[in-house]
């Protein structure tokens, strides 16, 4: 990057300087070298503190041991202690023409969280390998994540040369095999520089010993780094950090991710699709600010109306706003002692925003440091994986392709970070609903009714023959709920075949709007945090399948199984005696129109059970598929 | 530069090149941003913090030690909630500091309007007494400031450490939990990206909060020359001294320095190599005494 920085800016870098800075990462297997390189670069650029080296060689002389470059990062007793270094650290040196902050990332397979913590900030990266070991798994891992974590300058450095006897053939070897990897992923190195960090060759100088190496030293390659692509040239994106009202003024307050605004400018307010003007840009000491405002600033904005808009929001331009959705599709990576499974409750971080969630798919769950990709069907800890997300509230987002800032997520297990991912698509997920319809939402959210009965909204649809003990059932897991605090709802195919269905008659067409209408509203009392129980023989597999698509992930479907002669004997309500004497017409259960479920939740045959052991059971269901909230445990306590 | 979005640098290097090729003024209503510079970019990510602190966390203070950093770090706090600020600022008090600190706590404490805590500490004689002197003395501060914690029952505790100050704080996240006894377990700290900040302490525990992580010390003078923030006399050299940082009496010593403004300050820590906690007698006991303390809880 040649450019000529206007002399105005020099007041405006501390450091005395003008030119580009640049945020560096180190990662690799560990033991390939990584703090001594960062050793040696800090000597190399002249960047240690006076008497550092010196008084490092002295604690060594001192603890009887040969000193290493290394032991400029190994501060830290404990990591001493430990020989690995343990977290990251943010170094800066010079090169020719850029200020690098080298954020050391360290290699050890148990702290992949801390290479994420500091790869996730920098512009680029150098990945060190061992020429006498090669590639390893965490090699490929790292490389992996630099791509995920949308890390586009990758430097490859082959380190110890020395112990192979700077064998270009070795060289070629590795430099093949990596970039091989890396270019499958979307990465092309921008070098791969054979080095020996312990005696200097390769990081600022070509040595005789690498003279079949013609290409950039390390401090080169770094120095050739460009910082990336801006921001401000995307469509406006500010989300809600807080509405503060200190004095008269109700402030929006929140940081620019992409895109510029001003006042006078229309906007809208998502996911709710509000509209307003900004008023002014508030600021402090002085106030308001007037001209436009860019991606990366901190700001405080009052809007030309009154409208209820809450942290978590997105505020963008009419016209280029983010999606609102229910619906996530997400590449990601976890970190979580506990794999990732189908059907588990997490909290989701947007921005601002907060949502609990239901993973609903996961596929192609891979460790990405094997070589053999070998697909799971949970993403266990330090693997990647896509995951469908079904959310409890409607959020804004883009996909990372469209918008790396809005367009990425964490993950949250019992209040800490467990993984994190990009945004790669986004289902509405809601039909469209025509112009003239305005929804009002609840005045409570969701989750406020969640915290007062200990369990989230759920739809469970109990299917089975006529007499199969659904509605006995139903009854006593209502029964059970409300004993525990909880908000059950008994909706039971007869009750509303009396009433909002009264007009139906028991054609298939008829039959399939019944399901739909009992599933719409069972669906609208979970989406408000109510538990539905909906008892109906329901004996299409294709009513059901659409009843399941309606209520999402709420959905829990319960085949009570009773064998039909069981069921017949029983005929609490007298139709099967009815039928058999031809006075019934349309009944289900004597003839072979029932289609038993598949993929149910939970299967129960009543023939051979007490009601309180099968409400039990039905119970418990709930609690591990995260209806019902279990205790508490905190298994995140090893991220 | 820790947490500061990976594009922001190109834009500022972008913007100025292209400020630099126009050499006529612009004046159009309708003209692009302006570019954002490095104490911009500072700013803003400490704002962004304060921010997310004042929101996600339930009861908030702000520990002012009166030096240079947590001055900045007030008028951060200022800037972010538009003169304001919106929790107390707690100076727990070791009785040794310099009179002029007293002095300038006594007349900005009013000044910015603060809701000033000032929080005493135990006698020396309740301290561990295997530590150096001047640790020990520090630990007493580490004392006062868990009784704060429980007199109070702050779940997060605003800091204005900074990661080039010292070896271990390089090591900090920006929502850094502690335990319950206020220690700091380095290695076992959640992870920490994309500006998704681990909130929840567990229960009896509390947060520490660093919204000038990354700042350098230049970026702290570079920044008080800008915003025109007060600062203590003592930083500026007197008779050939003057002190980079401010601790207790007993324990702080001043550098040789010629420096008698900010221009010369960051002139002087432009040539520089010598660490910005030379005078701070407590670091240089042993190896181990800093980070000792700050697993113990201190800041």
């Not at chain 1, 990057?1 to 003008?18: C, D, F, K, R, V």
């Not at chain 1, 700001?299 to 009419?318: K, N």
């Not at chain 1, 329901?538 to 009570?560: C, G, M, N, W």
């Not at chain 1, 009601?611 to 059971?617: F, N, P, Y």
């Amino acid at each position: 990057m040649n450019m000529i920085l206007p002399t105005a800016s020099i007041s405006a870098t501390p450091n005395g300087t003008t030119r580009p800075q640049v945020r560096i990462v180190i990662v690799g297997h560990v033991d390939h070298g990584k703090s001594t390189l960062v050793g040696r670069l800090l000597h190399e650029t002249g960047s240690l503190p006076d008497g550092k080296l010196e008084m490092l060689k002295a604690v060594s002389a001192r603890r009887g041991m040969p000193f290493e470059w290394s032991f400029l990062l190994d501060a830290l007793q404990t990591e001493r202690d430990q020989g690995i270094t343990i977290d990251t650290t943010q170094i800066r040196f010079r090169t020719r023409s850029r200020d690098v902050v080298l954020i050391d990332a360290p290699g050890h397979a148990e702290f992949l969280r801390n290479m994420i913590t500091g790869a996730s900030q920098a512009d680029g990266a150098v990945l060190i390998i061992d020429a006498l070991e090669g590639v390893r798994d965490q090699t490929r891992r790292h490389g992996y994540l630099l791509h995920l974590l949308g890390v586009k300058q990758v430097a490859i450095v082959v380190n110890k040369m020395d112990r192979v006897e700077f064998s270009a053939d070795r060289f070629k070897e590795i430099s093949d095999e990596i970039s091989a990897h890396l270019i499958g992923l979307g990465v092309r190195p921008t070098a791969v520089i054979p080095i020996s960090a312990r005696d200097g060759d390769g990081v600022a100088e070509r040595t005789a010993r690498i003279d079949w190496y013609k290409g950039a030293t390390v401090v080169e390659a770094l120095d050739a780094l460009e910082p990336a692509r801006p921001l401000v040239e995307l469509p406006l994106r500010l989300p809600v950090q807080a509405i503060y009202k200190f004095d008269d003024r109700r402030i929006v307050a929140g940081r620019i991710e992409s895109g510029s605004l001003k006042a006078g400018d229309e906007i809208v307010i998502m996911p709710t699709g509000k509209i307003a003007r900004i008023k002014t840009v508030e600021s402090w000491p002085v106030t308001p600010l007037h001209g436009p405002h860019g991606a990366g600033r901190s700001v405080g904005i009052t809007l030309d109306r009154e409208l209820f808009l809450e942290r978590g929001d997105i505020i963008g331009h009419s016209g280029q706003s983010p999606r609102d959705t229910r619906r996530i599709r997400a590449r990601i990576f976890w970190l979580h002692d506990k794999p990732l499974t189908k059907g588990e409750q997490i909290l989701i971080r947007l921005g601002t925003k907060e949502s609990r969630a239901t993973v609903v798919a996961i596929e192609k769950a891979v460790d990405p440091g094997a070589l053999s990709n070998e697909e799971n069907s949970a993403i266990a800890r330090n693997h990647v994986g896509e995951i469908d997300i079904s959310l409890a509230q409607p959020v804004a987002t883009d996909p990372y392709t469209d918008n790396p800032r809005t367009g990425r997520l964490v993950i949250e297990v019992n209040g800490r970070i467990a993984g994190g991912g990009l945004v790669l698509s986004v289902d509405a997920g809601r039909p469209a609903v025509p112009v003239d319809i305005v929804p009002v939402e609840s005045a409570l959210r969701p989750d406020e009714r969640s915290a007062r009965y200990h369990h989230n909204g759920a739809v469970i649809w109990l299917t089975g023959l006529p007499g199969s003990g659904k509605s006995t059932l139903a009854r006593a897991l209502e029964r059970r709920l409300f004993s525990n605090g909880g908000s059950p709802i008994l909706l039971d195919g007869d009750t509303f075949r009396a009433g909002l269905n009264s007009d139906l008659g028991f054609s298939p067409q008829d039959r399939t709007e019944n399901i739909r209408r009992l599933a719409e509203v069972a669906t609208h009392l979970a989406r408000n945090g109510h538990i539905a129980i909906v008892a109906a023989v329901s004996p299409s597999t294709a009513d059901r399948a659409a009843a399941r698509r309606i209520a999402d992930s709420a959905f829990r479907e319960i085949y009570v199984a009773t064998p039909a002669e069981v069921c017949e004997t029983r005929d609490p309500k007298g139709h099967y005696a009815k039928a058999r004497s031809g006075a019934l017409q349309g009944f289900t259960g004597i003839g072979n129109d029932y289609q038993p479920p598949t993929g149910n939740e939970l299967t129960i045959d009543t023939s051979n059970r007490s009601v309180s052991d099968a409400t039990d059971e039905i119970e418990r269901m709930l609690a591990t598929t995260g209806i019902l909230f279990d205790e508490l445990t905190d298994l995140a306590a090893n991220i | 530069m820790h947490l500061l979005d990976n594009e922001s640098v190109a834009a500022r290097t972008r913007s100025a090149a292209l400020s630099s090729a126009s050499s006529v003024p612009e004046v159009s209503a309708n003209r692009a941003a302006p570019s954002m510079d490095h104490l911009d970019e500072l700013e803003a990510q400490s704002i962004y913090i304060l921010r997310e602190a004042f929101a996600r966390l339930k009861k908030l203070a702000l520990l002012w030690s009166l030096g240079k950093d947590s001055n900045v770090m007030i008028w951060l706090a200022r800037k972010a909630f538009f003169g304001r600020v919106p929790f107390p600022a707690m100076h727990v008090d070791t009785g040794k500091k310099f009179p002029e600190m007293y002095a300038f706590r006594d007349r900005f404490g009013k000044e910015w309007d603060l809701d000033l805590r000032i929080e005493p500490c135990p006698p020396i004689d309740s301290v561990d007494p295997t530590l150096p002197p001047a640790a020990r003395s520090a630990a007493r501060k580490t004392e006062g400031l868990k009784l704060a914690l429980n007199k109070y029952g702050f779940d997060g505790l605003i800091a204005g450490i900074r990661r080039d100050e010292e070896a271990t704080r390089a090591k900090e996240r920006v929502f850094s939990p502690r335990g319950t006894e206020g220690g700091w377990d380095v290695r076992d700290q959640p992870p920490e990206f994309w500006d998704q900040f681990n909130a929840s302490p567990p229960q009896g525990a509390h947060l520490r909060i660093h919204p000038i992580l990354h700042w350098t010390e230049a970026d702290i003078w570079a920044y008080t020359k800008r915003e025109n923030i007060p600062i203590i006399p003592l930083y500026l050299a007197k008779d050939g001294k003057r002190y980079r940082s401010l601790g207790d009496q007993d324990i702080t010593n001043p550098v040789a320095s010629t420096a008698s403004n900010i221009d010369e300050i960051l002139a002087e820590l432009d040539g520089t190599k010598i660490p910005e906690r030379a005078g701070r007698a407590l670091d240089h006991e042993t190896e181990d005494a800093f980070e000792r303390l700050r697993v113990a809880g201190y800041l």
